[in-house]
């Protein structure tokens, strides 16, 4: 503590003829006077350091702020892209819907409300809007796996729908007019009211006559009344008898589809002229085959 209360005189001679000066000064201004030289030292030596490290700071900053607007561009194209892929799956379960009720199936929706529907994702922190697109994303994949099994139920329905309705004999047999139809009528023989179980399409000897579904040959056979006869088995209790043949051109067991050729008109049996009688049998009783040719089959 004495130091700094000492005085100390300072002598400078700047040459050999010059004047002596003297400077009296005290121990505490020699001490800041030191402290002011080192400081001074200190910053010369540390402001390159500072240069640099503010340089490298400044570098750093504007390759986080390159990087947070990479980040912001992928996240909004990620963001689209989810947004197309719900419009994708939103459609695709449309579509499987419509095909479920052709096959005759009730399809649940499964369509939910995007996760950042009721949310400005610009307003979340970057964490929490990945956090957000990474929850829907997981429930797009999820929903995509649902409809991908919902597809192959849809998809075995409908071809046994198709399949089902190949069986429905919604063709005409043969070329030509319907002579007499299901119902009562006179009998051309004895004059009387006698039920017709089927209906007679009106065609010269050795016209075609075709299968009106896809079916099995089950017999041919000659009858009394319907003369050469040919039946079809079309499954579900459904068969159709063509009487009056002239030949036949199907065998027993053999599968045929609807347009096949199974046999030639004729006037076997009891007929007055070449013509085609035609029966439709549900559970072995006969119905009106009118009901089945139209076009489709879907008009009970």
């Known amino acids: 503590m004495r130091f700094f209360r000492r005085h100390f005189t300072v002598m400078i001679v700047a040459g050999a ?3 002596l000066r003297r400077f009296q000064v005290k121990g505490m201004q020699i001490l800041w006077g030191t402290g002011a030289l080192v400081l001074v030292l200190m910053l010369a030596l540390v402001t390159p350091f500072l240069a640099w490290w ?23 194209q990620i ?5 197309d892929l719900r419009t994708k799956l939103d459609g695709f379960e449309d579509r499987t819907s419509k ?27 970057p964490i929490a809007r990945a956090d957000v697109m ?13 409809l991908a099994r919902r597809l192959d139920t849809v998809q075995r329905a409908v071809e046994a729908h198709v399949e089902r309705l190949a069986r429905i004999p919604s063709m005409v047999p043969a070329p030509g007019l319907v002579g007499s139809s299901f119902g009562w009528r006179r009998d051309p023989f004895t004059g009387l009211q006698q039920f017709h179980r089927g209906v007679d399409i009106e065609a010269p000897t050795g016209a075609p006559v075709y299968a009106p579904a896809d079916g099995i040959v089950v017999k041919t056979e000659r009858h009394a009344g319907y003369g050469n006869v040919i039946y079809l ?10 009487g ?21 008109v004729g006037a076997t049996g009891r007929a007055t002229a070449s013509h085609l009688h035609y029966e439709v049998l549900e559970g072995g009783t006969q119905v009106n085959p009118m009901r089945y040719l139209g076009g489709d089959g879907l008009f009970h």
């Open 233 to 242: 088995s079309h499954g579900d209790g459904l068969t159709t008898r063509y």
């Open 54 to 76: 503010g340089r490298s700071l400044s570098q750093d900053l504007a390759a986080a702020r390159e990087e947070r607007d990479q980040l912001a561009q992928r996240s909004a």
């Open 79 to 83: 963001e689209s892209t989810l947004t």
């Open 99 to 125: 095909l479920g009720e052709i096959a005759g199936l009730k399809v649940a929706d499964s369509q939910t409300h995007a996760i950042g529907a009721s949310t400005n994702l610009q307003q979340l922190r």
């Open 134 to 146: 990474r929850g829907e994303a997981d429930e797009l994949v999820e929903r995509s796996q649902l």
């Open 244 to 264: 009056h043949l002239s030949a036949f051109k199907a065998i027993p067991g053999q599968r045929v589809r609807r347009g096949d050729l199974i046999a030639l």
């Open 17 to 19: 003829q010059a004047r």
